[in-house]
């Protein structure tokens, strides 16, 4: 078993949807132009799941003046939430804000 320690990343990654690259800032883990994300994490930011697959963002809320994205991975059905970056696309957001959510 090995153990992974906590580290913050900050490295920059290609979105495995749209292709954009990103400038990792150390907690936006999903990219600011499609908002899909990566099934990299079980709790936000902790990097422990060995998954890998891409995250749909399936939905999102209104909260706390910002917003927070749901997500689905489509690989394994893993669903979380993140809270919205402040550069992340405003368009793409009010596009999945209606959806409901399972
Ligand atoms: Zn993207
Ligand atoms: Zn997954």
């Given at each position: 078993m090995q153990s992974k320690r906590f580290q913050k990343r900050t490295e920059d990654f290609i979105c495995g949807h749209c292709g954009a690259r990103t400038k990792g800032q150390?907690?936006?883990?999903?990219?600011?132009?499609?908002l899909w994300s990566r099934h990299v994490d079980i709790n936000p930011?902790?990097?422990?799941?060995?998954?890998?697959g891409l995250m749909e963002p399936v939905g999102a809320e209104a909260k706390d003046g910002g917003y927070v994205i749901h997500y689905r991975c489509l690989k394994c059905g893993f669903k979380h939430r993140v809270k919205a970056a402040s550069d992340d696309n405003l368009d793409e957001m009010l596009k999945i804000i209606n959806q409901p959510i399972e």
């Open positions: 150390g907690y936006t883990d999903h990219c600011p132009k499609c930011g902790d990097r422990q799941s060995d998954c890998g």
